[in-house]
């Protein structure tokens, strides 16, 4: 069964940083993109950073370019989302997802599994 469980999340203050964490099972890691996605209240959901586990190419949303780092740690299968600079704006729920033999995209028509997500809140 495949299964994701992200953490990390919490209330910091703008400026600040987080790092959250995708901790997978029930698949071949390195098979498998995993991408963050986030979505606020009365917003769709979007895609933030994604990385493809069996080369290590990753692609972002240009809203957290240059802010969020997105790595992989092959031998804990767990993905990480490095934050800093946190803006109010990034104030979300954040999903991690998984897809199969993907390239590393932000479409979420992509990923078939996705965890329960995890909440950011950053004040002003």
């Known amino acids: 069964e495949v299964q994701l469980v992200e953490s990390g999340g919490g209330l910091v203050q703008a400026g600040e940083s987080l790092k959250l964490s995708c901790a997978t099972s029930?698949?071949?890691?390195?098979?498998?993109?995993i991408a963050w996605f986030r979505q606020a209240p009365g917003k769709e959901r979007e895609g933030v950073a994604c990385?493809?586990?069996?080369?290590?190419?990753?692609h972002y949303a240009d809203s957290v370019k240059g802010r969020f780092t997105i790595s992989s740690d092959n031998a804990k299968n767990t993905v990480y989302l490095h934050m800093n600079s946190l803006l109010p704006e990034d104030t979300a729920v954040y999903y991690c997802?998984?897809?199969?033999?993907?390239?590393?995209?932000?479409?979420?028509?992509?990923?078939?599994?996705w965890g329960q997500g995890t909440q950011v809140t950053v004040s002003s």
């Open positions: 990385i493809k586990n069996s080369n290590g190419v990753t």
């Open positions: 029930g698949f071949i890691f390195g098979d498998f993109a």
């Open positions: 997802a998984a897809g199969w033999q993907i390239w590393a995209t932000l479409v979420t028509e992509a990923f078939s599994s």
